[in-house]
């Protein structure tokens, strides 16, 4: 029997709480640690660490799984009420000046805690778009 301790709903709603900008990437953290068995690479700042600049988390596997792409993975977040806005003002930022990376060889990550209907076709275009090897949401 699989016990659900939070839903959509849940992580919507904490999403307006102060604490979740800041905890939003420990909580991705915590969940790659547990879920993806051969990570080679993992740096995701958390907590005082997201006031940096830099990417809010790196990643890298062999074979990911379906929530984390195999390969280099270049993760952004936010935990905004306007979920598109935040994901077009990260992707333009991060398509303009990677940070080192080589987006042909990395797959751009968008992580929010609340609802977004269109995020499969918005991804979807992005990876069309390119440059990045793919988008994910």
């Known amino acids: 029997m699989l016990i659900t301790l939070a839903d ?8 307006n709480r102060v604490e979740a900008t800041a905890d939003l990437p420990d909580m991705v953290r915590r969940l790659l640690l547990t879920t993806v068995p051969d990570l ?6 958390a907590g005082e660490g997201t006031r940096y600049p830099g ?21 952004e977040m ?3 009420r306007g979920v598109k806005a935040k994901a077009e003002a990260d992707y333009a930022k991060r398509t ?11 797959t751009f990550v968008f992580v929010t805690p609340r609802r977004w209907r269109d995020k499969e076709t918005w991804a979807e275009a992005k990876t069309q778009a390119g440059p990045w090897r793919e988008v994910r949401v």
């Open 8 to 15: 959509a709903t849940d992580l919507s709603n904490w999403a």
């Open 96 to 106: 303009a000046d990677p940070l080192e990376q080589d987006p042909a060889k990395s």
């Open 55 to 75: 990417w809010d988390g790196v990643a890298e596997c062999a074979s990911g799984n379906a929530y984390v792409p195999g390969g280099l993975s270049v993760w």
């Open 40 to 45: 080679n690479r993992l740096h995701f700042r």
């Open 78 to 80: 936010g935990t905004d």
